[in-house]
């Protein structure tokens, strides 16, 4: 079974333009997360959806916003860039989404703002 | 709120030592939880599990045992290879559904031959 996968891997933008990032989840998997990671605040949690719909929602601004397609597939938006949204973004898939499913994590996209 | 406590590092051991790292955490009711690894330039992997109080989960030589009574889930293992040098991650995932999981700081481990 092919794992969780990101696109891109690596990008590089500047303060103000806005980005996508894409995630597809194990093929089954109908729960996907994404998170943060910096070095500074660690992982933290940006959103969950499941069929379509955004279940759980971290404390981000508004600026970060993401989407589920019918396929499970999930892309993560940031816009109007600021140079603090560097960072790691990963995205995680579970079956379900229930407390005990483990999460299987994608290998990140690596964003840098300058 | 939910959230995890984990040891500071980083954490230099040589090979063949005894491994610790604490992990504390707050929630309500039953949470959770879960070690993660992470290995350069990778993403995060499950070493282990316990979903309910007592459970010890283990995996590869790494054991840790979901400790109710003082909100703890340790992480261990008896002789560390160089391969261990990595990233751990404690995490917890709230009871009563949902996906939201929260993660300790992470702790550097590198083992030296």
């Known amino acids: 079974k092919a794992g969780v996968t990101q696109t891109p891997r690596y990008l590089i933008k500047t303060r103000g333009q806005q980005v996508t990032l894409s995630c597809s989840p194990i093929s089954g998997h109908r729960s996907v997360s994404w998170y943060q990671q910096t070095p500074g605040q660690g992982l933290q949690f940006l959103f969950e959806y499941f069929s379509e719909t955004q279940r759980n929602k971290g404390n981000f601004p508004g600026r970060f916003s993401g989407r589920q397609f019918s396929n499970s597939r999930s892309e993560m938006n940031v816009s109007t860039l600021e140079l603090g949204d560097s960072a790691l973004y990963l995205c995680?898939?579970?079956?379900?989404?229930?407390?005990?499913?483990?999460?299987?994590f994608g290998p990140g996209t690596r964003l840098t703002v300058l | 709120g939910d959230s995890v406590t984990q040891m500071e590092g980083p954490v230099t051991l040589s090979e063949e030592a005894f491994l610790t790292i604490n992990c504390t955490y707050t929630?309500?009711?039953?949470?959770?939880l879960f070690w993660y690894v992470q290995y350069p330039g990778e993403g995060l992997q499950l070493l282990l599990k316990a979903t309910k109080a007592d459970d010890k989960g283990s995996n590869k030589g790494f054991e840790a045992t979901y400790r109710k009574e003082t909100t703890s889930f340790h992480l261990e293992k008896g002789s560390v290879q160089v391969s261990d040098s990595a990233v751990y991650f404690c995490?917890?995932?709230?009871?009563?559904?949902?996906?939201?999981?929260?993660f300790g700081t992470g702790t550097s481990l590198t083992v030296i031959p």
């Open positions: 995490a917890l995932s709230p009871s009563g559904g949902g996906n939201q999981f929260y």
């Open positions: 995680a898939s579970s079956p379900t989404g229930g407390a005990n499913n483990e999460q299987f």
């Open positions: 929630a309500t009711g039953y949470p959770s």
